[in-house]
């Protein structure tokens, strides 16, 4: 199982990035799927993430910013991301759990200059 992050970049605040994780391995249909970042000198922190049952649940920090979604066909989760600000900036990684096993992206650096 692989899972391969893309899309980060640098924007200036305001502006918008889409994210991509592609997921290799049969593990995507019954995985569950999330971004965390991790900004430097502080803990990854949860994203957004779909919690089941199609509900999704996002970080207080970027409700109403931050649209996480999926698409089954192509084995790839999503995060639109919109009106960045600086607080943004950190390495964003995708996350697949199935059953007991956890995977992990590589990580996508984002950077939000003022």
């Known amino acids: 199982v692989q899972l391969q992050a893309s899309g980060g970049g640098l924007v200036q605040a305001g502006g918008s990035l889409r994210l991509a994780c592609a997921v290799s391995?049969?593990?995507?249909?019954?995985?569950?799927m999330a971004w965390y970042r991790q900004a430097p000198g502080k803990q990854r922190e949860l994203v957004a993430a779909?919690?089941?049952?199609?509900?999704?649940d996002y970080a207080d920090s970027v409700k109403g910013r931050f649209t996480i979604s999926r698409d089954n066909a192509k084995n790839t989760v999503f995060l639109q991301m919109n009106s960045l600000v600086p607080e943004d900036t950190a390495v964003y990684y995708c996350?697949?759990?199935?059953?007991?096993?956890?995977?992990w992206g590589q990580g996508t650096q984002v950077t939000v200059s003022s």
């Open positions: 779909f919690t089941g049952g199609g509900y999704t």
């Open positions: 391995g049969n593990i995507f249909s019954s995985a569950v």
């Open positions: 996350k697949a759990r199935q059953y007991s096993y956890t995977y």
